[in-house]
């Protein structure tokens, strides 16, 4: 399978632990997003890698979320002190820098949950 | 609030049938809209994009129309499938260099056989 990967698919963590989720985009894409998306909502956009550089955050990014893409390839996104407000599906995408950059491709999503 | 939202929630069609999907957007500077098609338990699958320069794109089966007169995109189904039956939702893209794409609620198209 070439397309986005994500691991884990699913995460079920006590309020005030941390969780880290990976993602694998696309081989050739040079571009790589992590959305938030709840129930009966569509993604929000979180922050966007080119290479490994993050080009863009989003006011959703609070201080408790970090990521990370070290070598322009994966990428982690880490939550601190979860909260129960953060459970959700966390979506990750990718493009490539060419004609076709806009369009993006999402992976199957991690979904956490938090009690 | 969001730019982009949908005028119906959900929408059931016959199998056979064609299928119109509609959606409003507030940002008049958006330079690019995007369907996007999501099955339970999956990510959104890329459908089909339409550059604000144009006013009608067609795919396989499917047609989106951009009408920037009144910031209305519509999605259409043509012999609407079983395996049609999903959430879809579109996108828009700001330009100008940013890549964050802002998603709509979406509407659930369930299909009868």
Known sequence: DTGVSQ???????????NVTFRCD?????????????TLGQGPEFLTYFQNEAQLEKSRLLSDRFSAER??????????????????????????SSGP??????FGPGTRLTVT | GES???????????????????????????????????????GPQFIIDIRSNMDKRQGQRVTVLLNKTVKHLSLQIAATQPGDSAVYFCAEDPG?????????KGTKLSVIP
């Open chain 1, 7 to 17: 691991d884990p698919r699913h995460k079920i963590t006590k309020r005030g632990q």
């Open chain 1, 25 to 37: 985009p696309i081989s050739e894409h040079n571009r790589l997003y992590w959305y938030r998306q």
């Open chain 1, 70 to 95: 070290p070598k322009g390839s994966f990428s982690t996104l880490e939550i601190q002190r979860t909260e129960q407000g953060d459970s959700a599906m966390y979506l990750c995408a990718s493009s």
């Open chain 1, 100 to 105: 076709t950059s806009y369009e993006q491709y």
């Open chain 2, 4 to 42: 982009v939202g949908l005028h119906l929630p959900t929408l059931s069609v016959q199998e056979g049938d064609n299928s119109i999907i509609n959606c409003a957007y507030s940002n008049s500077a958006s330079d690019y809209f995007i369907w996007y098609k999501q099955e339970s338990g999956k």
């Open chain 2, 96 to 104: 100008a260099g940013s890549y964050q794409l802002t998603f709509g």
